[in-house]
């Protein structure tokens, strides 16, 4: 089983400041990490996902994301936030079983990012 | 990007009445996943399905639940005897399918309101 906890679940920031927002998770099994956003009355669009390799992920918008496996933190980072980045952000797991894995993706509570003027 | 569509959007139901939400997912996958989110909670898993069987389920997906694959490319939710809880967002999704790869692609959503 897996679990995903989601440190804050608001985060107010004013315009060009740096962000972090934090994911820790629990699996019996290797996973996958993924963070979606979703912005006001729409669907989960992904940012950016960890499958192998490097453990500093980049995404889309400017976002990336750092895996630590002896924290089992998959933190959510930009450098210089806008205003257009106000979203709720949700980090997900899925199962990593190997080959061709398909299980479902477990979610955490999400964190509503709001950036200020 | 791969894209899933959902229809309708806005669903708006009685309570007891039975409602049916429609996804067409990217297609010739074989693997289909529903997802509900309640209003300010997180989005939890409802039930998979793959090669025209449910795969796995939560124990939110009840006898009142159900999934089809009516045709080739549309994939259906019903629920039967809609209650009040049953309010949410309902999310289709649709792996990518390459590799092991993992990567779930969410269509908009049906926003489901019970009166």
């Known amino acids: 089983a897996q679990s995903v906890t989601q440190l804050d679940s608001q985060v107010p920031v004013f315009e060009e400041a740096p962000v972090e927002l934090r994911c820790n998770y629990s699996?019996?099994?290797?996973?996958?990490l993924f963070w979606y956003v979703q912005y006001p009355n729409q669907g989960l669009q992904l940012l950016l996902k960890y499958l192998s390799g490097s453990t500093l992920v980049k995404g889309i918008n400017g976002f990336e994301a750092e895996f630590n496996k002896s924290q089992t933190s998959f933190h959510l980072r930009k450098p210089s936030v806008h205003i257009s980045d106000t979203a709720e952000y949700f980090c997900?797991?899925?199962?990593?079983?190997?080959?061709?894995?398909?299980?479902?993706?477990?979610f955490g509570q999400g964190t509503i990012l709001t950036v200020h003027p | 990007e791969p894209e899933v569509t959902q229809t309708p959007s806005h669903q708006v139901t009685q309570m007891g009445q039975e409602v049916i939400l429609r996804c067409v997912p990217i297609s010739n996958h074989l693997y289909f996943y529903w997802y509900r989110q309640i209003l300010g909670q997180k989005v939890e898993f409802l039930v998979s399905f793959y090669n025209n069987e449910i795969s796995e389920k939560s124990e939110i997906f009840d006898d009142q639940f159900s999934v089809e694959r009516p045709d080739g490319s549309n994939f259906t939710l019903k629920i039967r005897s809609t209650k009040l809880e049953d309010s949410a967002m309902y999310f289709c999704?649709?792996?990518?399918?390459?590799?092991?790869?993992?990567?779930?692609?969410f269509g908009p959503g049906t926003r489901l309101t019970v009166l």
């Open positions: 699996s019996s099994v290797s996973v996958y």
């Open positions: 999704a649709s792996p990518r399918q390459s590799g092991a790869l993992n990567e779930q692609f």
């Open positions: 997900a797991v899925g199962p990593n079983a190997g080959g061709t894995s398909y299980g479902k993706l477990t």
